[in-house]
């Protein structure tokens, strides 16, 4: 029996109220190891635990070169025959970094952990023996059974078993999956409905004991395989039955569902991909650049060290002083200690500096994202948020941009502007028009963007039988519900486009009043007639099209139809009138970037239905290919069609889109149309959102393969003829677009070299559609363009179903808008608009990554001057690995350079926001007194005071408490004990044998004056400060002074 299950892809048990069954197969987990079938209901998306955190986030750190490498530097200068410099000087700034480092990573990952005990918290109603009881989220179990209330959100992936509504219907809106705010339906089996509902419903679900068999969790969204075994019978189970966690239960007072998969096994989690770990490519490029810096500098101590053998070897023994430093230590000893300790004194050439002003660089960046005003949107109060302090720099490399399109390019509001009937075109498309009086309406709820009195007159009059069969068809052709509130109709569509068609028609006069299982109710200015619906052939993404089979008052048969036009205009009947002015018809409404859908009628005979009724209902029980079966007996009577007209509806884009679109193509981004919508919308919206052009070439299907098939590694694209491609290199570009959809990508995910062409052929077009793709195949394309390009990509998207490819590309973007919050809480920036982007990547990004730049330019060429200024001192002393000046004399000249760049900095802004300037060049000089209005605030003072403060009182305060609590030596300078001492350098490094760089240049002679070390300061100096510009002004440190008497 199992055996059988397996083969049939269902081996995922759930039993009906089965708690202790599937609490025992529950997954736990401990550290990495984890055990167990069924997940726990909770939502994860933090990366540390308290046991993890630590090491964990010291991995991630010490990915970094120059931290490996200064942690490497701090153990070589606790070795004392080595160390040149004190050890402090360098672990105190890694500490600093690593501190940083990890408080901004742990503040995160706690933002993130309380986002996820807010959804792990939510309440939801869980049947137990005695009644429904509310528990947490997180209590969840498969094989619970959940009671779901009207609006709240569905806790897990349920099998519906029956609802409030009728027939046990219920209504869920996804947009926090698919970015969709229509709703679609579900519907339980009828045999749960029959036995479950009723008065004891609660009775009946406690003694429910069927076991659910279906397939493993996966993150397939639209498709679900499972049987339903009870009562001794096998049900099968399809996706039409199953609500999805993170939909909205709407317009339904409640539903009552079995749990099938919980928390990471439900399918929008599997949809989520992994957490990645990001890093810019800067930051790639400085972990490189740091390497090639080790290898200079390990060569460059390796040459001085041997400078040092040689040096020992021929020079010393001239010396008696210098042979008495050795202290029988060979050459090569003393030259093998002298290349650590160049190491050791070289490694400023590696600018610990440099990563913790990235840090604080990277953060006043994310502040100015947030501060910017222009990036606020007052229709949701959601200003620009930068959740990530690590990818500014990025936002200015950005070469491909992937972007979802439903909810993110456009409104999803889709608007009835124009149709054609019967050879005339209606509606009037332009800005100034006059709106409809429909006031003889009572239905009418307004919000038409219909203009065209003639269509209404001679709908009034009833003088034109083909308008009046078209506006029938409009309101008898869909899966609409309505609800009645205040009187008046209100719609709950499974599309937008129906629902823009079905509140057009109620507007003009035809409305759709109510439904039932079996009948159709509708109102015909002001007459109700009752239709028998017969069969609802339902619209598939294959079909294209969807029709219904209705019988009127007075007993006859029709057939009305609407889809796409392809597939219409191919199943009309011969000499159709007609046929040509619509196909002109809809090339104006195509150019005009509207959505068109052809509507057409068929009387159907009596003899005719019965046949294909009896044949209809073989077929919905058949087990094996029930789809292509069903589709077959759909195109049996979806044939001699009579074309009624077209719709042409507007689909609303976001404020600024096109705008947007044609100004990151001119700065060279490629964009890319990630959707789930079908070819033609896709297209339709690419051409309104200026993503391709209206004289733009589509290359999709066979062309499209015959290119990826090329034997030749590189493609071409032949401009001279459209519809000829070519592997001719000298072939001059045109404009083209690339049209791809979800299976033929699938094609290329699983053929690397398909890939690799494809990416390739896409540089040579103007942009890319990715059509009826899943979640899973937008986070594949974006690896794919990562893997076979160079460039950095950038996703956005607003729904959850845009979680995956914004974890994946470098840059991940979520909308904050009215669809939910998923993709806001995985994403690296949130925006209000699509429009913000444009001063996100051209403005901010490009100014980050300019100063990043600068940055790392100087500090490689401040520390490269540290560095060869030793080397050439080496000459001077001998190779003994001697530092020029001490730690704090270095920090004097830092900390004057500082104080000269922010008095530039302050002159030049004071200066160039003169009135001079601007008059000179207003356009060039735009900020007229802004620096001389700002530092005439007194509260801009004050704040320079109150940081200057405490920036510079602890370090005062500890110095002052130094100088008070230490009690001096009175004799310093004038010791009457005359003590023998050790030779020793005015720098102490931990052993006797290393020679001082005095030695060098004195002549022979002054050996005792030296090695007496009067005057010279026997232990290291006191750790370096981080002195502000503004504290020199108070603290005025002193350099030790040397003097040889």
Not at 243 to 253: F, I
Request: net charge neutral; glycine share 6%.
């Amino acid at each position: 029996m199992a055996g059988n299950k397996t083969e049939r892809g269902v081996s995922w048990e759930v039993r009906a109220n089965g708690r202790c069954f599937h609490e025992s197969l529950r997954c736990k987990s401990f550290l990495c190891i984890r055990w167990g079938r069924y997940a726990d209901n909770m939502v994860r998306s933090y990366k540390y635990t308290p046991l993890t955190f630590l090491p964990l986030n010291l991995y991630e750190q010490f990915q970094r070169a120059a931290n490996l490498f200064f942690l490497l530097i701090v153990i070589l200068q606790c070795v004392p025959v080595i160390a040149t410099i004190p050890w402090y000087s360098t672990m105190l700034p890694l500490l600093f970094v690593l501190l940083v480092r990890g408080f901004k990573d742990l503040t995160t990952d706690v933002g993130r952990r309380r986002s996820d005990a807010q959804i792990n918290k939510r309440p939801c109603d869980i049947l137990t023996p005695d009644s429904f009881k509310t528990v947490k989220w997180k209590d969840v179990c498969v094989g619970d059974i959940l009671r779901v209330h009207k609006d709240q959100v569905i806790p897990a992936d349920l099998l519906l078993l029956c609802s409030t509504e009728p027939h046990s219907l219920c209504y869920v809106e996804t947009a926090d999956i698919d970015g969709e705010t229509n709703l679609k339906f579900r519907q339980a089996l009828d045999v749960t409905h029959t036995e479950l509902n009723g008065d004891q419903t609660e009775k009946s679900l406690t003694a429910f004991d069927g076991v659910v068999w279906c397939e493993e969790p996966n993150g397939n969204l639209h498709s679900f395989t499972g049987e339903l075994h009870w009562k001794g019978e096998r049900h099968l189970l399809e996706i039409d039955h199953l609500l999805l966690r993170g939909t909205v239960l709407r317009n339904t007072e409640a539903a009552y569902g079995l749990t099938l998969y919980t928390g990471s096994d439900s399918k929008i989690l599997q949809n989520c991909g992994r957490l990645i770990l990001k890093k810019t490519q800067v930051e790639k490029l400085l972990n490189k650049t740091m390497l090639v810096i080790l290898l200079l500098m390990l060569s460059t101590a390796l040459l001085l060290a041997v400078g040092a053998g040689l040096f020992e070897y021929k020079v010393t023994p001239q010396f008696d002083v210098l042979s008495a430093l050795q202290r029988g230590s060979s050459a090569a000893y003393l030259g093998f200690l002298t290349f650590w300790g160049y190491v050791i004194l070289l490694s400023p050439a590696v600018p610990m500096s440099l990563y913790i002003t990235f840090e604080v660089i990277h953060m006043v960046h994310c502040l100015l994202i947030g501060w910017d005003v222009e990036m606020y949107w007052e229709g949701n109060d959601s200003p620009a948020q930068a959740r990530t302090t690590t990818l500014n720099e990025e936002l200015g490399q950005v070469g491909h941009l992937l972007s979802d399109k439903t909810g993110t390019l456009t409104q999803n509001r889709l608007l009835f502007r124009q149709c054609y009937i019967a050879g005339h075109v209606y509606g009037d498309m332009s800005k100034d028009f006059k709106p409809l009086d429909l006031s003889w309406n009572r239905f009418s709820c307004g919000g038409l963007k219909f203009s065209d009195q003639r269509l209404v007159e001679k709908l009034r009059r009833r003088s034109n039988p083909e308008c009046q069969e078209f506006f029938t068809a409009l309101a008898l052709c869909h899966t609409v519900m309505s609800e009645w509130k205040d009187g008046l109709p209100r719609y709950q569509a499974s599309s937008p486009d129906e629902e823009a068609l079905v509140c057009a028609a109620r507007e003009l006069g035809w409305v759709f009043l109510s439904r039932t299982r079996d009948t159709l109710t509708i109102s015909e200015l002001g007459i109700t007639r009752n239709y028998q619906l017969l069969a609802l052939l339902d619209f598939t993404s294959k079909r294209r099209r969807m029709s219904v089979l209705v019988r009127e008052t007075g007993g006859g048969l029709k057939l009305y139809s609407k889809g796409a036009d392809i597939v219409i205009l191919e199943r009309l009947q011969k000499n159709c009138p007609h046929q040509d002015s619509t196909e002109c018809a809809l090339e104006v409404f195509a150019q005009s970037c509207l959505r068109t859908l052809c509507v057409a009628v068929r009387s159907v005979p009596e003899d005719l239905w019965t046949n294909w009724s009896r044949a209809l209902n073989q077929a919905s029980t058949a087990t094996g290919n029930q789809e292509t079966v069903l589709e077959e007996i759909y195109d049996q009577m979806e044939t001699d069609l009579t074309l009624l007209g077209v719709t042409a509806i507007e689909d609303r884009l976001q404020e600024g889109v096109p705008e947007t679109i044609a100004t990151l193509r001119r700065a060279g981004v490629k964009v890319w149309v990630l959707t789930g919508d079908k070819t033609e919308t896709a297209v339709n919206v690419g051409y309104a959102c200026r993503l391709m052009d209206q004289d733009t070439t589509l290359i999709q299907g066979e062309e499209l393969r015959q290119l990826l098939e090329s034997p030749t590694p590189d493609v071409y694209v032949n401009s001279k003829e459209p519809e000829v491609w070519s592997t001719d290199r000298r072939a001059v570009k045109n404009k083209f677009a690339l049209v791809i959809t979800g299976p033929e990508l699938a094609d290329l995910t699983t053929m690397p070299e398909w890939g690799a062409r494809f990416v390739a052929l896409s540089s040579q077009c103007q942009s890319v559609l990715c059509c009826r793709v899943t979640p899973a195949q937008k986070a594949e394309v974006v690896e794919m363009v990562r893997t076979y390009s160079t460039s950095i990509t950038m996703a956005i998207g607003d729904g959850a179903n845009d979680v995956n490819m914004i974890k994946t590309a470098h840059i991940g973007v979520g909308l904050c808008g009215v669809e939910g919050s998923q993709a806001v809480q995985n994403a690296d920036f949130a925006l209000a608009q699509f429009s913000f982007l444009r001063r996100l990547l051209l403005v901010h990004g490009h100014w980050s990554y300019y100063r990043i730049c600068i940055l790392l330019r100087y500090f490689l060429y401040k520390t490269t001057a540290f560095a060869l200024v030793h080397i050439w001192y080496s000459f001077y002393n001998g190779f003994s690995a001697q530092v020029i000046l001490h730690t704090k004399y270095w920090t004097k000249f830092s900390i004057a350079a500082v104080i000269f760049s922010l008095l530039v900095f302050f002159l030049s802004t004071l200066a160039l926001h003169s009135a001079r300037l601007f008059t000179a060049s207003p356009k060039d000089y735009f900020f007229l007194g802004a620096s001389p209005n700002a530092y005439s605030t007194p509260e801009v003072w004050l704040t320079i005071f109150v940081t200057t403060c405490a920036a510079v009182l602890p370090s005062a305060t500890i110095r002052a408490l130094g100088v008070v609590l230490t009690k001096p030596n009175k004799h310093k300078i004038h010791s009457s004990v005359n003590e023998p001492v050790d030779l020793q350098s005015w720098f102490r490094r931990g052993t006797l044998q290393r020679r001082s760089s005095y030695a060098v240049s004195q002549g022979k002679g002054f050996g005792k004056l030296i090695t007496s070390g009067v005057g010279l300061p026997s232990a290291v100096s006191s750790q370096d400060r981080r002195v502000t510009p503004d504290s020199l002004k108070k603290d005025h440190p002193q350099g030790a002074r040397s003097s040889i008497a």
